[in-house]
T-cell receptor, first 114, second 110 residues
Framework: EAQVTQNPRYLITVTGKKLTVTCSQN?????MSWYRQDPGLGLRQIYY???????DKGDVPEGYKVSRKEKRNFPLILESPSPNQTSLYFC?????????????FGQGTRLTVV | SQQGEEDPQALSIQEGENATMNCSYK?????LQWYRQNSGRGLVHLIL?????REKHSGRLRVTLDTSKKSSSLLITASRAADTASYFC??????????FGAGTTVTVRA
């Protein structure tokens, strides 16, 4: 089954404690991205990757890091989480970014930073 | 940056009625897509309409695109309780990036 898998689904952590949210897709997609969703703001892109070892900042990259060492995986790293990073996070993948292809989303990771 | 903006923010209708929501955007696009999100879950792709298309259908969904007005509409006909969800438009420009609006929350009453 074609899918994007994120882990964990729920996470409560303390300020400053490094964490990683994993994302994996099984569709051999080139393009992967991370979004955060906050009430009233919709989805905002954090980082994206157009292929292995190619990553770039989205609209709200501050406080986040990513890596793309393999095509299927695109982890999101918070080196020193802060309460304003409490949000619902989504990983997405698509064949070619937004160019005439649909995006597949993971089930989301609800992060709370206290 | 938020490219698309949906209107209305929320919509409540009776089962069997039609639901219409609109999306406006600011800059030129390659295509526009609509997604559905059930309460706190991942987004699911509904339909994609290219910039050179004016109307597209998929089951009970009808999407229109007016590039001169930079707007799109999503019509759900004969709504069902299972259509209760948030609906987002997303625009794709030449930079391959999808930009989402804040969404329309649709509640279908039994």
């Amino acid at each position: 089954e074609a899918q994007v898998t994120q882990n964990p689904r729920y996470l409560i952590t303390v300020t400053g404690k490094k964490l990683t949210v994993t994302c994996s897709q099984n569709m051999n997609h080139e393009y992967m991205s991370w979004y955060r969703q906050d009430p009233g703001l919709g989805l905002r892109q954090i980082y994206y990757s157009m292929n292995v070892e190619v990553t770039d900042k989205g609209d709200v990259p501050e406080g986040y890091k990513v890596s793309r060492k393999e095509k299927r995986n695109f982890p999101l790293i918070l080196e020193s989480p802060s309460p304003n990073q409490t949000s619902l996070y989504f990983c997405a993948s698509s064949l070619q970014g937004g160019v005439n292809t649909e995006a597949f989303f993971g089930q989301g990771t609800r992060l709370t930073v206290v | 940056s938020q490219q698309g903006e949906e209107d209305p923010q929320a919509l409540s209708i009776q089962e069997g009625e039609n639901a219409t929501m609109n999306c406006s955007y600011k800059t030129s696009i390659n295509n526009l897509q609509w997604y559905r999100q059930n309460s706190g879950r991942g987004l699911v792709h509904l339909i994609l309409i290219r910039s050179n298309e004016r109307e597209k259908h998929s089951g009970r969904l009808r999407v229109t695109l007016d590039t001169s007005k930079k707007s799109s509409s999503l019509l759900i006909t004969a709504s069902r309780a299972a259509d209760t969800a948030s609906y987002f438009c997303a625009t794709a420009a030449r930079d391959y990036k999808l930009s989402f609006g804040a969404g329309t929350t649709v509640t279908v009453r039994a």
